[in-house]
């Protein structure tokens, strides 16, 4: 049986919304990442799959302090707290991108 905790806070959903778009940014990253693995692996050989393999890495870490931090911000709006921020999304998404950029960088300067 599900408590009042269980529900939503708000009808608004700012939560699960923000929850759903981190999820669709972090799976847009691993499928980057693999997408570019794919594509770049005959012209950067292991450094292509271990930045692959990197990217797909901090996406699921984004994803995952993502969803522990929607369960927390959740506990603490149904007990009235004032919500403490997290980072180490942030910082594990900026990494993804970061790496990204570098597998790109490396494909581009390997075709000059």
Same mark, same amino acid.
């Given at each position: 049986?599900?408590?009042?905790?269980?529900?939503?806070?708000?009808?608004? $959903?700012? +939560?699960e919304?923000?929850? =759903?778009?981190?999820?669709?940014? @972090?799976?847009?990253?691993? =499928?980057?990442?693999? &997408?570019? +693995?794919? @594509?770049?692996?005959?012209?950067?050989?292991?450094?292509?799959?271990?930045?692959?393999?990197?990217?797909? @890495?901090?996406? =699921? +870490?984004?994803?995952?302090?993502?969803?522990?931090?929607?369960?927390?911000?959740?506990?603490? +709006?149904?007990?009235?707290?004032?919500?403490?921020h /997290? /980072?180490?999304?942030?910082?594990?998404?900026t &990494?993804?991108? =970061?790496? &990204? /950029?570098?597998? @790109?960088?490396?494909? $581009?300067?390997?075709?000059?």
């Amino acid at each position: 049986m599900n408590s009042p905790a269980d529900g939503v806070f708000d009808r608004g $959903l700012q +939560l699960e919304r923000t929850l =759903l778009a981190w999820r669709r940014t @972090c799976l847009s990253f691993g =499928l980057t990442s693999l &997408i570019a +693995l794919r @594509c770049t692996v005959e012209e950067l050989g292991v450094f292509a799959v271990l930045a692959g393999l990197v990217v797909a @890495c901090f996406a =699921l +870490l984004a994803y995952t302090f993502t969803a522990r931090e929607y369960r927390r911000r959740h506990a603490q +709006l149904h007990r009235g707290q004032v919500l403490a921020h /997290g /980072g180490p999304a942030v910082l594990f998404a900026t &990494i993804a991108v =970061l790496v &990204i /950029g570098v597998i @790109c960088a490396g494909f $581009l300067l390997q075709r000059m």
